[in-house]
């Protein structure tokens, strides 16, 4: 509103808006993954025995942590990159720039405790 009609607006809204979508994005698929909600290729889950799609689990989930622990590492990588050659009036877009790498850790560690200790509760989901 401010924007359209007073033409002006908050400063730097937009930039934290997008980090805030970030946030929302992390924090929703690690509360995904503990609810066993998350993104999961149901075509063939429908094909495998039921067995065989709860022994799938622990492994899947394996490969899951490591992917995203691959991600965390690039992520930091990345983020220190940033950090090092960002404007002294930027950083702040810098420190809210550690939701990736945290993100993906918090995935990673909530992908590797679902492959050690499953959930009885849940028996026949991936």
Do not use: K
Request: glycine share 4%; net charge negative; aromatic share 14%.
């Amino acid at each position: 509103m401010l924007r359209n009609l007073f033409d002006s607006g908050i400063p730097h809204a937009d930039i934290l808006s997008r980090y805030l979508v970030l946030y929302v994005t992390f924090f929703g698929a690690a509360l995904a993954i503990e609810e066993h909600r998350h993104i999961r290729i149901d075509v063939l889950a429908v094909l495998v025995e039921p067995d065989r799609l709860h022994a799938l689990r622990r492994p899947l989930y394996l490969v899951s942590a490591i992917v995203c622990t691959i991600l965390t590492w690039a992520a930091i990588r990345f983020w220190y990159d940033d950090w090092q050659y960002v404007a002294e009036y930027e950083r702040w877009t810098s420190i809210l720039a550690l939701i990736t790498p945290f993100g993906f850790g918090l995935l990673s560690v909530h992908f590797l405790l679902g492959a050690v200790f499953p959930n009885s509760r849940d028996e026949g989901q991936l």
